[in-house]
T-cell receptor, first 117, second 112 residues
Framework: AQSVTQLGSHVSVSEGALVLLRCNYS??????LFWYVQYPNQGLQLLLK??????LVKGINGFEAEFKKSETSFHLTKPSAHMSDAAEYFC???????????????FGTGTKLQVIP | KAGVTQTPRYLIKTRGQQVTLSCSPI?????VSWYQQTPGQGLQFLFE???????NKGNFPGRFSGRQFSNSRSEMNVSTLELGDSALYLC???????????FGPGTRLTVT
């Protein structure tokens, strides 16, 4: 079974400050890991993903995340917050299994990021 | 490529009615997944269809059903609507790598 825990349902940062959104996962097999962003009344947009290879993954809009197996973490960071980063962010995990061709994706409960001018 | 489209975007229904939501996946994608998103429960998996067959199902009552057509378009139906069914319903399509999901804008369903 796989699960995702996002620490902090709400995070506030000042414009220009570091953004750090925390995600810990549980998976019985090496996972695939994702971060999605959701703006109000919109669907989820893939920010970045880790499947294999380099553990530091760069995504869109200046975000990056580092896969740390020993800590079972995949925290999302951005050096300098912008007002347009205000949104809800979801961490997700998928196993590498192939049960009938489907790799289940489990989402965290989300973290709302507020950016203060 | 055009993205995932969902219709309608907004819907208001009365308790006891039924509703059908539609999802058109990205061209070439054969897997379509449906999710229910609510403030209290977050994103919950409803079901997934591939080549007109339901491959996986979440823990929802039988009032929630779906189907997929030969062109990969998918519909989900909710019968006998309850107030608790008010939610954003999201559809996601995938290619062969079903873990990589592309979401539509969602349908906001309000049940009164």
């Amino acid at each position: 079974a796989q699960s995702v825990t996002q620490l902090g349902s709400h995070v506030s940062v000042s414009e220009g400050a570091l953004v750090l959104l925390r995600c810990n996962y549980s998976s019985s097999v090496p996972p695939y890991l994702f971060w999605y962003v959701q703006y109000p009344n919109q669907g989820l947009q893939l920010l970045l993903k880790y499947t294999t290879g380099a553990t530091l993954v760069k995504g869109i809009n200046g975000f990056e995340a580092e896969f740390k197996k020993s800590e079972t973490s995949f925290h999302l960071t951005k050096p300098s917050a912008h007002m347009s980063d205000a949104a809800e962010y979801f961490c997700a995990v998928s196993d590498r299994g192939n049960s009938g061709g489907y790799q289940k994706v489990t989402f965290g409960t989300g973290t709302k990021l507020q950016v203060i001018p | 490529k055009a993205g995932v489209t969902q219709t309608p975007r907004y819907l208001i229904k009365t308790r006891g009615q039924q509703v059908t939501l539609s999802c058109s996946p990205i061209s070439g994608h054969r897997s379509v997944s449906w999710y229910q998103q609510t403030p209290g429960q977050g994103l919950q998996f409803l079901f997934e269809y591939f080549s007109e067959t339901q491959r996986n199902k979440g823990n929802f009552p039988g009032r929630f059903s779906g189907r997929q057509f030969s062109n990969s378009r998918s519909e989900m139906n909710v019968s006998t609507l309850e107030l608790g069914d008010s939610a954003l319903y999201l559809c996601a399509s995938s290619g062969l790598a079903t873990y990589e999901q592309y979401f539509g804008p969602g349908t906001r369903l309000t049940v009164t």
